[in-house]
C-alpha cells in the first residue's frame, strides 16, 4: 500500500490506496493531448474494473456542439490543522482569503515577505513564506496553500487541497481541454499516477496497480479512483464569514488545573477558539439589529496559560514529584500529577508565587500586545477564571491597588520608604557594617534591599546569619510603616475569625487585612518558606501578588470553588459592602451537577435562603423538561389550593342555614370548625407568602461585589443530564467553554453596560 498524509500532500488517513506523497514532489510534467482519442489516455485495468461505464455515459451528457469558454479558477486559501495523526485543511474566510490573494499578487518577486494578520488579527500569514504564525500564544506555525484543485476519496470526509505546484499543473491541462475541446486527457506522474480529465465534470485521479495493497479485500476497492474537482465553489466546504474588525471588549480567560479543559483533552487555545466562535454566533442572531447599524462589533476571548510555567524546566518540579512517584498504575499517577496537584501547589508558599506571577505577566503581556495591534481600542476589559483559575483571579483582584502606580504595576513608594534610613544606618543598627561595601559595590540601597531574597544576599558572599538579620529588619520596618501610615487597610468584606496567636510584636492579629501579601517580600520559587509572619489574614499564601495594567470591569467565575476555598481559609461571612478594590462586577456561573462549584451569596446573605439566578436559554425560553416539572409543581399546587377552597366554600355555605336547622353545637363540632380555620389560615399565609416572595425576591440585594445585583447564576442542565446527575457530574465542570447559555450571559453583561440591549425576540 502507498504512504498516506505526506507532510506536503495534507492527505487524510482516511484514503490510503493512493501515494500522493511522490505525486506532490515530482517535478513538474508536461501535459501529453493527442488528436487521436485511442492514443490519448491509456487506462489501466484498474480503471476499467472500479469505473467501466461513467466515462461513456459522461461524455453522452457532456457533448456540446460550442465549447465553453475557458475562465480562469478562483483561488481560495486554507490552512492546515494536524491533531494527532489527523490532518486536515480548512479555509479561511472570504475576507482573509481576498486579503492574502491581494498581497500575493503584490509580493511578486520581492525578495522581502509580506506578513497579513488574518482571523481577527490573531494570526499573522508570511504570504511569501507560506506559513501562519500565532500572535497571543505559543503555537508552532501552520502551512498556508492557495488552492484551486482538491480531491476526496471515498473513505475521506473532506476534500483536500492539491499542492501548488500540482494545481498549477492540472489547471494548464484543464485549460488546453477546454481550449481545444478535447478530453480524455490524461497527466502521469512519475510514480505512476495518474489524473485523467474526461471532461468537466468528470476528472479522476486513479493509482496504477502496481502500487496498489496486495492485502486489499477485493480488486475494485483496489482500484477505486478519487474525485477531483476544480474550484472551492464545486466542493462541499464550509467558508467561515468574516469577523467584524471593531472590538468593543476584550476578555481574558485563565484554565484550572491540568494542560487540557475538556473531555476531548484540548488546550486552553482551542477551548478558547470554541467560546469565540459561539460569542460570534450568539452577536449575529441575538444583536443582529444592532450589528447592522454599527453599534456592535465582537468581543475578543484571549487564552492566558499557566500550567505550562508551572511545569516548566524553570521549576523543576515535575522531575521532583517524578522521582517519588510509584511505577504501579503509571497513567494514574501521572494523570493525577499533572492536574490534581495543581490545588497543592496553589496552597504552596514556593509554588504560589510562579503561579500568580504566570498568570498577572501573561495578562499583561497580553494586555499589551493587544493594544499594539488595536490602537483604536478604547473598551473595557473583563476577565474569566475556570476552576482553579477563578480562585486565582479572586485572589489577585483581592490584593490589587488603586492609583496610577498600581495601574503600571509598579510597587507603591510607601512600601519601599522605610522610614528614610540610609543603607549605612540601618546596618549599623544592626551591627552588620562590615558588609556595607559588599552592599554598595551593588549600587544597593534601601529600596533595592527591600526587593532582595535570601539567594541573593547568599550570592553576594554574605553568611546565613546576617542574611536573616537583614531580611527580617527589612520585614519588619515595612510592616510597622505599611499599618502606621494606612497603606495596608482591613477588607472589612472579608472577615475572618480572630486567631489564638499573636504576632511577632505581641499584637493580636485578629484587626490584621486579608491583603497581608502587601507586606510580605516577595517569595523565591526555590528559598526555603519563612511561616514567621504567617499568622495573619484568612489563611492565603503568603507571598507577593503583581499588579495587573488595568482595571477590570467584570469578573465571571466558571465552576468556580472559591466559596469552598474561603471557608476553609476561616473565611465565615463576606461583609456585603466589601467589593474588589479594582473590579465593580463579579458572576459566579455554575452548572447544577458541578462536583467543584460552590456558590457565595449565601455566605453574604445569611438571613435569606436565596435561589439562584436561573440562566435564561439561549432561544429565550427555559428547557422543556424544566418547564413540565414548573407544570407539574404548580398543578399539584393548583389541586392543593382547590380542595382547600372546596372545603372553605362547603363550611361557608353550611355555617349559612337556618339556626333551627343546625344541630346543637357540641366540642366535636368546634374541632371541625377550628380546624377549617386552622387549614384556610394555612392557605391564605401560603398563598400571602408566594406572592409576597414574587415580589420581594428582585429587591434583595447580595452585597456590593456585584454592585448590589445578584452574583450566583446556574445553568439549566440538559434534558440527558437529569436523568443521572452523577454520569454527567465531570462534563459538568467542562461545560462552560462550549455553552452558548453562558456565552450569551457574558454579552448580555457586556452590551448592557455599553447602553446596547438585546434583541426582543430573542431574550
Keep these: 500500500m502507498s504512504d498516506s498524509a505526506g507532510a506536503e500532500g495534507g492527505r487524510s488517513e482516511a484514503a490510503p490506496n493512493i501515494n500522493t506523497r511522490d505525486l506532490f514532489d515530482s517535478p513538474t510534467q508536461t501535459v501529453a493531448t493527442e488528436n487521436t482519442p485511442e492514443d490519448q489516455v491509456r487506462v489501466s485495468p484498474a480503471v476499467d474494473e472500479a469505473s467501466p461505464s461513467s466515462t461513456s455515459s459522461f461524455e453522452m451528457v457532456d457533448t456540446e456542439s460550442v465549447p465553453a469558454p475557458y475562465q480562469e479558477v478562483q483561488p481560495h486559501w486554507f490552512f492546515c490543522r494536524r491533531a494527532d495523526d489527523n490532518t486536515s485543511w480548512l479555509p479561511f474566510s472570504r475576507e482573509d482569503s481576498d486579503k492574502l490573494e491581494r498581497a500575493c499578487h503584490a509580493v511578486g518577486d520581492r525578495e522581502d515577505d509580506v506578513v497579513i494578520a488574518v482571523e481577527g488579527e490573531r494570526y499573522d500569514v ?64 512519475p510514480n505512476g499516477e495518474s489524473v485523467i480529465l474526461h471532461n468537466p465534470k468528470l476528472i479522476m485521479q486513479y ?63 482551542q477551548c478558547v477558539n470554541d467560546f469565540r466562535s459561539a460569542s460570534l454566533s450568539l452577536l449575529a442572531s441575538h444583536y443582529k439589529r444592532a450589528q447592522q447599524d454599527g453599534e456592535v462589533g465582537r468581543v475578543e476571548f484571549l487564552p492566558v496559560n499557566w500550567h505550562s510555567a508551572l511545569h516548566g524546566d524553570a521549576t523543576g518540579v515535575d522531575e521532583d514529584i517524578q522521582r517519588i512517584t510509584l511505577p504501579s498504575i503509571s497513567r494514574l499517577r501521572h494523570f493525577t500529577n499533572d492536574t490534581l496537584l495543581d490545588l497543592f501547589f496553589y496552597n504552596s508558599p514556593t509554588y504560589c508565587q510562579t503561579i500568580v506571577d504566570t498568570v498577572s505577566s501573561e495578562i499583561n503581556t497580553l494586555h499589551t500586545l493587544f493594544k499594539q495591534r488595536h490602537s483604536e481600542f478604547n ?30 504595576g509598579l510597587p507603591s513608594g510607601e512600601h519601599l520608604h522605610l522610614n528614610c534610613d540610609t543603607l549605612q544606618q540601618t546596618l549599623t543598627r544592626l551591627g552588620l557594617q562590615q558588609y556595607l561595601d559588599t552592599l554598595q559595590a551593588e549600587n544597593l540601597d534601601m529600596e533595592s534591599l527591600a526587593l532582595c531574597q535570601d539567594g541573593d544576599l547568599k550570592d553576594l558572599g554574605i553568611p546565613l546569619g546576617p542574611r536573616k538579620k537583614i531580611l527580617n529588619y527589612v520585614r519588619k520596618k515595612w510592616l510597622s510603616q505599611d499599618l502606621k501610615t494606612g497603606a495596608v487597610h482591613l477588607p472589612e468584606g472579608l472577615q475572618a475569625p480572630p486567631p489564638l496567636n499573636s504576632d511577632h510584636d ?38 507577593d501578588y503583581p499588579q495587573l495594567a488595568f482595571h477590570p470591569q467584570t469578573f465571571f467565575a466558571f465552576g468556580s470553588p472559591i466559596g469552598m ?3 476553609v481559609r476561616g473565611l465565615k461571612h463576606i461583609d456585603p459592602n466589601y467589593t474588589f478594590p479594582t473590579c465593580k462586577s463579579f458572576y459566579n456561573i455554575y452548572h447544577p451537577y458541578d462536583p467543584v462549584a460552590y456558590r457565595l451569596e449565601p455566605m453574604i446573605v445569611t438571613e435569606v435562603d436565596l435561589e439562584p439566578m436561573l440562566i435564561p436559554h439561549h432561544k429565550g425560553r427555559k428547557r422543556m423538561h424544566l418547564e413540565l416539572k414548573d407544570s407539574l409543581t404548580r398543578m399539584s399546587m393548583d389541586l ?61 440585594k447580595v452585597g456590593m461585589l456585584n454592585g448590589g445585583r445578584r452574583i450566583d447564576y ?7 443530564e437529569s436523568f443521572n446527575e452523577y454520569l454527567f457530574a465531570i462534563q459538568s465542570h467542562l461545560c462552560y467553554w462550549e455553552s452558548e447559555d453562558t456565552a450569551l450571559l457574558l454579552l448580555k453583561e457586556i452590551y448592557d453596560k455599553l447602553g446596547v440591549a438585546i434583541e426582543q425576540s430573542h431574550q
Excluded at 482553579?388 to 503600571?408: H, K, M, P, V, W
Excluded at 446556574?714 to 440527558?720: A, F, G, S
Design 565 to 567: 476555598f474561603l471557608t
Design 207 to 269: 493509482q496504477p496497480i502496481g502500487l496498489q495493497d496486495e492485502w486489499a479485500s477485493s480488486t475494485s476497492e483496489q482500484g477505486r479512483p478519487r474525485t477531483v474537482k476544480r474550484g472551492v465553489n464545486n466542493i462541499s466546504v464550509e467558508i467561515p464569514d468574516g469577523e467584524p474588525e471593531k472590538v468593543d471588549h476584550l476578555v481574558f480567560m485563565v484554565h484550572g488545573i491540568g494542560p487540557a479543559c475538556d473531555l476531548r483533552f484540548r488546550s486552553i487555545i
Design 506 to 543: 505581641g499584637n493580636q492579629s485578629s484587626g490584621l487585612p486579608m491583603q497581608q501579601s502587601q507586606f510580605h517580600r516577595a517569595q523565591s520559587v526555590t528559598s526555603a518558606v519563612d511561616y514567621e509572619y504567617f499568622d495573619v489574614g484568612i489563611g492565603q499564601v503568603s507571598i
Design 640 to 700: 392543593k389550593n382547590n380542595v382547600l377552597g372546596s372545603l372553605r366554600t362547603a363550611w361557608q355555605s353550611f355555617s349559612r342555614l337556618p339556626v333551627a336547622a343546625l344541630p346543637p353545637v357540641d366540642q366535636g363540632d368546634t374541632t371541625i370548625e377550628r380546624d377549617l380555620q386552622e387549614t384556610q389560615g394555612v392557605c391564605d399565609e401560603a398563598e400571602s407568602s408566594v406572592s409576597a416572595e414574587q415580589t420581594e425576591q428582585p429587591e434583595i
Design 379 to 408: 473598551g473595557a476589559v473583563s476577565v474569566v477564571g475556570h476552576s482553579l483559575g477563578s480562585l486565582i483571579l479572586f485572589d489577585l483582584l483581592t490584593n490589587q491597588r488603586t492609583g496610577s502606580e498600581a495601574r503600571e
Design 126 to 189: 508570511h504570504v511569501k513564506e507560506r506559513k501562519r504564525y500565532a500572535v497571543y500564544w505559543e503555537q508552532g506555525p501552520t502551512e498556508v496553500r492557495r488552492c484551486t484543485w482538491f480531491y476526496k476519496g471515498d473513505k475521506d470526509t473532506r476534500f483536500m487541497p492539491y499542492p501548488e505546484d500540482v494545481s498549477k499543473r492540472l489547471e494548464d491541462a484543464y485549460m488546453i481541454a477546454v481550449t481545444l475541446d478535447e478530453w480524455k486527457s490524461k497527466v502521469e506522474f
Design 714 to 720: 446556574v445553568l439549566q442542565e440538559k434534558p440527558i
